[in-house]
């Protein structure tokens, strides 16, 4: 079992960057894929990038090529998103989610375990 908790949204200018950090609790971690997920008003949950257990491996949506970077910490047991050059159209709740096996996949139903959200609004 990980229990996923998310932090770092807010409110920035359009141009500006955030960091958005996923603590997950449970000994497996190391074993979890995690996956960023957002979903903006009256829009389907949407993939943004996803990372292997080991953090060898990453996988970005193609709006999120060359602006975002996935990462994790297996030893502090976090994940963090971070996201630059940020756009109105960025503007949405983040999820973080972890996946009970270690290789990627970029489909919501795939993940077993998701945070609560953070909200991201980029002004323009």
């Known amino acids: 079992q990980v229990q996923l908790v998310e932090s770092g949204g807010g409110l920035v200018q359009a141009g500006g960057s955030l960091r958005l950090s996923c603590a997950a609790s449970?000994?497996?971690?190391?074993?979890?894929?995690v996956g960023w997920f957002r979903q903006a008003p009256g829009k389907e949950r949407e993939f943004v990038a996803t990372i292997s257990g080991s953090g060898a491996v990453t996988y970005y949506a193609d709006f999120a090529k060359g602006r975002f970077t996935i990462s994790r910490d297996n030893a502090e047991n976090t994940a963090v998103l971070q996201m630059n050059s940020l756009k109105p159209e960025d503007t949405a709740v983040y999820y973080c989610a972890g996946r009970s096996v270690s290789t990627l996949t970029t489909s919501p139903d795939n993940y077993n375990y998701w945070g609560q959200g953070t909200q991201v609004t980029v002004s323009s």
């Open positions: 449970g000994r497996t971690f190391s074993r979890t894929a």
